[in-house]
């Protein structure tokens, strides 16, 4: 898109100031189950509990079962190899669920502390499947797609009335018909975006987006907000990628970033890393429209149609979202996840919100997260 559309419409805001005293690696270390609670903000911590029905310490017990689940996921992982189906949590039961192909990756998954189910499709035929996807004409009548590792098929959304096409079209693919699964009467998710004034920053002082999260001499945060060039309130956009990715940063010359966000309640949320959480697990989003919202991670690599154009890789969750939210942060607990993209519904009937991860971003541009 040209400079001037992508700003027009890619401008929202979120207004969380992820900025940072000291510096972590790009991929942290998993963190032990007790630092997943250390120093979290206590903002992010009612959130979280009100979206699970329980108390502080409910909370923060789910983000010590996070943590150690994180460690299981990846033991997991190494130890069933190509037969690996994915991994995701039930946190009620404080489960970590492993599939796998083969009953020999079965039984290294539940030697490795999760509860083995089995599955007619590995990971990697599912990613084949979606980027198959990716690389055909697909109908307008199909949105989005994302691979549910619960279900072992790739679920392909479909908007009210496109049922018979979106069929036709899949049939095409050559695929098992047992790894595509229809979702039909699906809302378009679209970017984030107004044009308004408001708490953030602002781009060419046409419109404004919000921070994500502090690097090293600057932030990172949506690339619907701006083009490489594009000025803001603290300084000029030095990379964007949209559509294909959604993601930029900016540097901030005479500007202090810190490793902190938001909370829109007079405090600042303490980052500490950016370990991924896996599927499954309760993730909270701040933005300047709707505050502290709260849902689960549904699958990684998700894909969507915007009318801008197709972004890849991102995460989709149940955390609801509305314009004015775009670009900005999505923690697990003290763990930077990812920046906002965009979605559908909103916080008073729920919604879909997609994110793009924050670590595809460190690592793409060479940049430092800065933690507190």
């Not at 903000?41 to 959130?47: E, F, G, K, M, S």
């Not at 909370?59 to 995701?88: I, N, P, S, Y």
């Not at 492993?98 to 539940?110: E, H, I, N, P, V």
């Not at 009318?307 to 004015?324: D, K, Q």
Request: with cysteine.
């Amino acid at each position: 898109m040209n400079r001037i559309s992508k700003a027009a419409v890619g401008i929202t805001a979120l207004g969380l100031f992820l900025t940072t005293a000291a510096t972590a690696p790009a991929l942290a270390q998993t963190p032990a189950p007790d630092a997943a609670v250390d120093g979290v903000d206590p903002q992010l911590l009612d959130a979280m509990a009100a979206e699970l029905g329980t108390d502080i310490t409910g909370a923060e017990d789910v983000l010590r079962f996070q943590a150690d689940a994180t460690g299981t996921a990846d033991d997991v992982a190494a130890a069933t190899g190509d037969a690996f189906a994915g991994t995701w949590l039930d946190e009620t039961t404080r489960t970590v669920y492993a599939a796998a192909t083969t009953d020999t990756a079965l039984s290294a998954a539940a030697d490795a502390g999760a509860v083995p189910v089995a599955a007619a499709h590995s990971l990697d035929d599912l990613e084949a499947i979606a980027a198959q996807l990716e690389s055909s004409s697909v109908p307008d009548v199909i949105p989005s797609w994302w691979i549910d590792v619960a279900s072992n098929d790739v679920v392909v959304d479909v908007v009210a009335g496109g049922d018979q096409a979106a069929a036709d079209f899949v049939e095409t693919l050559g695929v098992p018909a047992d790894a595509v699964r229809l979702q039909t009467g699906v809302e378009a998710p679209e970017t984030l975006a107004t044009i308004r004034g408001g708490i953030a920053y602002y781009i060419n002082n046409q419109g404004r987006c919000s921070v994500g999260f502090a690097v090293q001499g600057g932030f990172v945060t949506a690339g619907h907000c701006g083009d490489v060039g594009d000025s803001t309130t603290y300084g000029t956009f030095q990379g964007s990628s949209f559509p294909g990715n959604d993601y930029a940063w900016v540097a901030t010359p005479g500007h202090t970033p810190v490793g902190q966000v938001d909370d829109y309640a007079g405090g600042a949320v303490a980052v500490k890393g950016s370990t991924q959480a896996a599927v499954g697990a309760t993730v909270c989003r701040s933005g300047s429209t709707t505050g502290w919202h709260c849902g689960q991670i549904q699958a990684y690599n998700s894909t969507v149609r915007y009318a801008e154009g197709t972004v890849s890789g991102l995460i989709r969750t149940t955390v609801c979202a509305e314009p004015g939210d775009s670009g900005g942060s999505l923690l697990a607990g003290n763990q930077a996840q990812g920046v906002t993209s965009g979605g559908s519904g909103n916080c008073s009937s729920g919604g879909t919100t997609y994110f793009q991860p924050v670590n595809e971003i460190l690592q793409n541009y060479g940049l430092r997260l800065l933690t507190s």
